[in-house]
């Protein structure tokens, strides 16, 4: 463990991620009213909810991506809304998937996956390759190295992205609705790709739309409408006795 | 050499036609010494425009009001005023504010008019270079930014390794086209005297009385220089282009 995780005297006993209260406007709109969560090491967590209620406002507070008005939230016991936070610190903790893949189109696959650890933490270039091949094998994309993304279905390039985000060895990932964009027939190699992810400990923040999938994979459910939790449990229950109507009405219209 | 002479010089005797520079060694030697003025002038143009450019589209930029609105006035005024005004006004208002030096008898500038030239036809192609510039990274998608981010690049190295890139490859074919035409904007570097082509050609059918002649040697010439230009910028684009972009 760093020296910088030891400072904030947090063990992984405690939450790796820990939302209290947090509130998020955009000017006069106040899109996140007071949410509360917390993600144990290892956990894998999945945010439901209709349009426009704040699920994806919510996940791009976790890395600092927007700001917050109030409330607190700690990864790994670092203060997210903290005027002298130390984004990069952050970020290699947090890594983020998002809907649009977002890749560099200048840059080849294997290079979009190795461009960060070389430029940004200063890793040894030969190291970096090793890593970002054993990444490719693991997001199965042997042979697609050297294709550039707009060479690539979107399938194969939010796959480069999850590979790219893998290879700063970030303690959680979020992602951002990463199949929404995606055929029917790719999105399921992309869920399989975070399923593995999730099986091997990795902790997940999902946005997602997939309830088949939240149901397998999530260890904890939470539906979000206009910008609070309305409820939350594990699947089994979550699916099976949702009480709240708006849960209900959202659920009825999902499945 | 000799023979290439012989033919020029039959051609004047046979026809009238005076392309006097292929065979009096005189005026050979001063064509010759155009071309190198031209290309020196076009480079030293085309590098300083192009540096204004980066340096106005990331001033454009600032977080201070006045840098943006001292870039929107120059760009304005630039962009608005003939560029033959400007390199008059540079070299006789400007030229004579900055200091000069004694030489021997007279004042001599420390920037002569070949100077000038590169200074004002490179703020001129700058103004646009500088909208180019901004155009394109404001092409470059938020999203793609924010990726970067969220793997630890900093602003600087977002822009040094995702947007600049980026934004080059979408203004590479604006950035073409106006540096064609300052290569062509250059020959109103005669207004103040500057020895190029232009100037020395007119220099040339003062004293052969050769219009007709000299007009198509400077055509040709110009002809073949925005050739090369224009083939060197278009490799150049080919070969930053990405597969499967844009
Ligand atoms: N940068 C922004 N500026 C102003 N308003 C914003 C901004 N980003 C989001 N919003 C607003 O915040 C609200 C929540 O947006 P958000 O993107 O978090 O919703 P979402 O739950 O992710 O929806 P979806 O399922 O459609 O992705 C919306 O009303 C949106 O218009
Ligand atoms: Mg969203």
């Given amino acids: ?255 | 050499m000799e023979l290439f002479g012989d033919f020029f010089k039959q051609l004047y005797d046979t026809t009238g036609w005076n392309f006097v520079i292929f065979y009096d060694q005189v005026e050979w030697d001063r064509f010759i010494a155009a071309i190198w003025t031209t290309i020196r002038l076009i480079i030293a143009c085309l590098i300083f425009s192009v540096i204004v450019g980066f340096a106005g589209a990331w001033a454009q930029g600032a977080k201070s009001r006045i840098i943006r609105y001292g870039m929107a006035g120059y760009i304005q005024f630039f962009r608005n005023t003939p560029p033959f005004v400007q390199i008059l006004f540079f070299y006789f208002v400007v030229g004579n504010l900055t200091p000069s030096y004694d030489a021997g008898g007279y004042q001599q500038a420390y920037i002569g008019s070949f100077g000038w030239a590169v200074i004002s036809l490179g703020f001129f192609a700058g103004a646009f270079n500088t909208e180019i510039f901004r155009s394109g990274i404001e092409a470059v998608p938020e999203s793609t930014v924010e990726a970067a981010s969220s793997l630890g690049y900093t602003r600087l190295q977002s822009y040094i390794y995702v947007v600049f890139p980026l934004a080059f490859r979408v203004c590479l074919p604006a950035l073409n086209n106006n540096l064609v035409n300052l290569l062509k904007t250059t020959t109103l570097a005669y207004g103040i005297a500057v020895p190029e082509m232009m100037y020395t050609a007119n220099q040339i059918w003062s004293d052969n009385v050769n219009v007709p002649e000299m007009m198509i040697v400077l055509f040709l010439f110009y002809v073949g220089l925005v050739a090369v230009l224009v083939w060197g910028m278009h490799r150049w684009e080919k070969a930053m282009k990405i597969p499967g972009y844009g």
Avoid at chain 1, 37 to 56: A, F, N, Q, T
Avoid at chain 1, 189 to 216: D, N, P
Wanted: with cysteine; net charge negative; charged share 30%.
């Fill in chain 1, 1 to 255: 463990m760093s020296d910088a995780k030891k400072a904030a005297g947090w063990t992984p006993e405690q939450p790796m991620v820990s939302i209290k209260d947090l509130h998020k406007s955009f000017g006069d709109l106040e899109v996140l009213k007071g949410i509360s969560l917390d993600v144990m090491k290892g956990e894998c967590i999945c945010i439901i909810g209709p349009s426009g209620s704040g699920k994806s406002t919510l996940i791009r507070c976790v890395n600092a991506l927007n700001d917050i008005q109030k409330g607190s939230i700690l990864v790994e016991g670092q203060e997210v809304n903290d005027p002298d936070l130390d984004k990069l610190e952050l970020r290699k903790k947090v890594g983020m998937v998002f809907q649009q893949y977002n890749l560099f189109p200048h840059k080849t696959a294997i290079e979009n996956i190795m461009m960060a650890p070389i430029t940004v933490l200063k890793q040894d270039k030969e190291d970096v390759a090793k890593h970002a091949k054993s990444l490719i094998r693991k997001v199965r994309l042997e042979g697609k190295e050297d294709s550039y993304p707009g060479e690539l279905s979107g399938g194969q390039q939010q796959r480069v992205a999850i590979a790219r985000a893998l290879a700063m060895t970030p303690d959680v990932m979020l992602f951002d609705e990463v199949t929404a964009a995606l055929d029917p027939e790719t999105v399921k190699e992309v869920l399989v790709t975070i399923q593995e992810l999730a099986e091997e400990g990795m902790t997940c923040i999902l946005v997602t739309h997939e309830m088949g999938f939240a149901k397998e994979v999530a260890d904890h459910i939470y539906f979000t409408d206009r910008g609070v939790i309305v409820e939350h449990g594990p699947p089994k229950t979550f699916f099976k006795k949702a009480k709240d109507p708006r849960t209900k009405e959202f659920l009825s219209q999902i499945l």
